[in-house]
């Protein structure tokens, strides 16, 4: 796409209210823009990231059977009071309709999806099964400062299993993990499985932590892979690792940018979902539950991929793959740039702007973060050449401009 | 996908409390889930449609220049209070926040948009930009009785556009006509272009409608084209066709399956949307406003294409291209032509359950509505062919099982 045609600008400086670095950068950028706490527009260049982390995500959940469904975040009161959660959740939003009737803004979604999953699931060969959806929650969160990493309206992926017993449940965590791993991998992220509490609902949970200064929360670690939340930790910073007996444990600051935990029969129970084995006998249906927030990974990626210029986006959820830069003097030839990158299929976005100087075009292409800049300047037209650079590093190549369609 | 893994069953019986053909054919064959009125969950093969819908509409508005975000649900009260509509708008939800602080929860976008953009426009230089959106709307509806017709939360896609002065205005809206022209022409709706009220924003607005005795509209039209919603028609069914002057006015119920409509300045005086133009003197800006629901137009397309047995969907936005069927004997070559079709390319539901009669699979074929049947039969099988027939079709062909790929 042109960048004399994108609605958004970058911003030389931040939003006067905005703490977290990935919101600076992202509502500089043009990627976001704050509404209020917690809450932000994603604006095209920030729509383009999140759906690159949206289909990753599909890929990962279909690739492990995962069935795609989508979920009202308007939900009757009276489910969430069978779960007792009507009460004892303080981020639950409520409203009232005209007639007067109450209902729950969905923070998650087990009080929809166990009923509905009532209507299919009735015999053993129901089971197992796994439904995912990429839906919008809303958390009634006192705390809103992190940007996009804590959010009172947030995309969410969210997937439930459901199983004839605890050991099927467990087998297919495992299988998650693998999921998960691929996920964040495929982010970018270096995200370590970390051991954390089961809350109310379990003995365990795993969540996915990725290190940074910027995180809420705190685990120790080992490079040997194993981790945990200083919430259950029983050793402490320095220590002998427990698992592999040679290295220290680490403390450090990290985001959970994702979790997974079994539910037992927690809400099975509640709505009575359960199934008949082969003999005609009654169950009750284990349960898992598996999330990830969209925005938080975004959020996540800035916080440990940028310098002081701006975002370094990993090339898989990168708005654009390549950005072509057109200087004073080499118009024409940019315009024959763009039309072969967009020949040889490349996502490409063409700062043709004429009323940008060429030190803005450069610092807009920083902040931007998009892999590969492609710069088209009067040198390297006369030669019929641009010069590619990856973002982030010093050196650069010359390729011809006939050949730049092959880039990637 | 194969059946025999696809969570959802069909069933003989609608919810009892569902009046609505489309949402009765849609629960039935487990596209959707009625959660309450006027709230759906949109079940895998729902969510598959509905993504077809959001594609062809999404190339649509990217044809025409829309660029996409993302803009949230909760909405803070003052944007609503400076344009009046906190207190005018019925339908509008309110909630509060722990601290007690009052939100609406967006049933349309101008209270959000037209302060985001004035981040963004400045100078003539600035326009015209339009901007699109794919995303869930809220509206506290009286009568939600329609099924998909009629949502209390919907999936919408909301397009505005920015303009210097009326007459840009104007010439996009013809723009934005032939867009919205193709994109029923592709959902395979004959959506008929009516003359409608401006309500308080505008002398007029024009409404995509389809005509049905499901609708809850009534237009008076000519098949010349001429089509006037009742409430503003000056003449009446029987009468001489005012344009063409040769056909007869017929009245007839219709769902409007879209609108657009001029909204002038209103939002931009609301908010002080202004630009400078060449010589510095500043402007308000125009807009336009441009909605198409997504799940009503999933409805529509029910209400229109289906027959006795069930579902016909239109090819551009069916679950699936192919419905493959396997009876007893032809196991093996089932699984064949599964393979060969997976192999082509073509996007098939796999009907491999060893646990249903031939009876059940063909009604379910029926119901479900996906557009080509692909038969594999004992008989077909020892010919090493599979029967093809259309959805609501008599005639049927035989193709050779290692061809079938190439079937579309």
Same mark, same amino acid.
Not at 109 to 131: G, N, R, W
């Given at each position: 796409?042109?960048?004399?045609? =994108?609605?958004?600008?970058?911003?030389?400086?931040?939003?006067?209210?905005?703490?977290?670095?990935?919101?600076? *950068?992202?509502?500089?950028? +043009?990627?976001?823009?704050?509404?209020?706490?917690?809450?932000?527009?994603?604006?095209?260049?920030?729509?383009?990231?999140?759906?690159?982390?949206?289909?990753?995500?599909?890929?990962?959940?279909?690739?492990?059977?995962?069935?795609?469904?989508?979920?009202?975040?308007?939900?009757?009161?009276?489910?969430?009071?069978?779960?007792?959660?009507?009460?004892?959740?303080?981020? =639950? @939003?409520?409203?009232?309709?005209?007639?007067?009737?109450?209902?729950?803004?969905?923070?998650?979604?087990?009080?929809?999806?166990? &009923?509905?999953?009532?209507?299919? !699931?009735?015999?053993?060969?129901?089971? &197992? !099964?796994?439904?995912?959806? =990429?839906?919008?929650?809303?958390?009634?969160? *006192?705390?809103?400062?992190?940007?996009?990493?804590?959010?009172?309206?947030?995309?969410?992926?969210?997937?439930?299993?459901?199983?004839?017993?605890?050991?099927?449940?467990?087998?297919? @965590?495992?299988?998650?993990? +693998?999921?998960?791993?691929?996920?964040?991998?495929?982010?970018?992220?270096?995200?370590?499985?970390?051991?954390?509490?089961?809350?109310?609902?379990?003995?365990?949970?795993?969540?996915?932590?990725?290190?940074?200064?910027?995180?809420?929360?705190?685990?120790?670690?080992?490079?040997?892979?194993?981790?945990?939340?200083?919430?259950?930790?029983?050793?402490?910073?320095?220590?002998?690792?427990?698992?592999?007996?040679?290295?220290?444990?680490?403390?450090?600051?990290?985001?959970?940018?994702?979790?997974?935990? &079994?539910?037992?029969?927690?809400?099975?129970?509640?709505?009575?979902?359960?199934?008949?084995?082969?003999?005609?006998?009654?169950?009750?249906?284990?349960?898992?539950?598996?999330?990830?927030?969209?925005?938080?990974?975004?959020?996540?990626?800035?916080?440990?991929?940028?310098?002081?210029?701006?975002?370094?986006?990993?090339?898989?959820?990168?708005?654009?793959?390549?950005?072509?830069?057109? *200087?004073?003097?080499?118009?024409?030839?940019?315009?024959?740039?763009?039309?072969?990158?967009? +020949?040889?299929?490349?996502?490409?976005?063409?700062?043709?702007?004429?009323?940008?100087?060429?030190?803005?075009?450069?610092?807009?292409?920083?902040?931007?973060?998009?892999?590969?800049?492609?710069?088209?300047?009067?040198?390297?037209?006369?030669?019929?050449?641009?010069?590619?650079?990856?973002?982030?590093?010093?050196?650069?190549?010359?390729?011809?401009?006939?050949?730049?369609?092959?880039?990637?």
């Amino acid at each position: 796409m042109r960048q004399s045609a =994108l609605f958004t600008k970058t911003r030389k400086e931040a939003p006067a209210n905005e703490e977290s670095t990935n919101a600076k *950068l992202l509502c500089r950028a +043009g990627f976001a823009q704050k509404e209020m706490a917690g809450v932000y527009s994603f604006l095209p260049l920030g729509v383009r990231v999140l759906n690159k982390i949206g289909s990753i995500i599909r890929e990962e959940m279909e690739a492990v059977g995962g069935q795609e469904v989508l979920l009202p975040a308007l939900q009757a009161k009276e489910n969430w009071v069978k779960t007792g959660r009507w009460e004892s959740m303080d981020d =639950l @939003y409520k409203l009232k309709d005209r007639g007067n009737r109450e209902f729950a803004l969905g923070p998650t979604h087990e009080e929809i999806l166990v &009923p509905l999953m009532k209507q299919f !699931v009735a015999s053993y060969k129901d089971l &197992p !099964v796994a439904v995912y959806q =990429l839906q919008n929650k809303f958390r009634d969160e *006192l705390r809103a400062k992190s940007g996009l990493l804590r959010g009172r309206e947030f995309l969410m992926k969210d997937m439930y299993s459901f199983h004839a017993d605890e050991e099927d449940m467990k087998n297919y @965590y495992e299988v998650m993990k +693998g999921a998960y791993r691929n996920v964040f991998s495929r982010l970018g992220l270096r995200a370590r499985e970390t051991e954390a509490s089961g809350g109310t609902f379990s003995d365990f949970s795993h969540e996915y932590q990725v290190l940074t200064e910027a995180g809420e929360d705190t685990i120790l670690y080992c490079e040997c892979g194993f981790s945990q939340n200083m919430e259950i930790a029983t050793g402490k910073h320095g220590d002998k690792c427990p698992r592999c007996k040679k290295g220290t444990l680490l403390e450090g600051k990290s985001i959970e940018v994702g979790n997974i935990f &079994p539910l037992k029969d927690r809400f099975s129970q509640a709505f009575g979902l359960s199934y008949s084995d082969e003999k005609g006998k009654a169950h009750l249906v284990h349960m898992g539950c598996y999330g990830i927030g969209l925005g938080r990974a975004m959020g996540t990626i800035v916080e440990v991929h940028h310098d002081e210029k701006g975002i370094v986006w990993p090339a898989s959820v990168a708005p654009f793959q390549a950005h072509l830069l057109s *200087l004073p003097g080499a118009e024409k030839e940019g315009e024959k740039a763009y039309a072969a990158l967009l +020949g040889g299929g490349v996502e490409v976005l063409f700062d043709d702007r004429q009323d940008a100087t060429p030190g803005e075009k450069f610092a807009d292409a920083d902040l931007l973060g998009i892999p590969l800049r492609v710069l088209v300047s009067e040198k390297t037209a006369k030669a019929k050449k641009v010069e590619v650079k990856a973002r982030g590093e010093e050196s650069s190549k010359l390729m011809e401009i006939d050949k730049i369609g092959t880039l990637l």
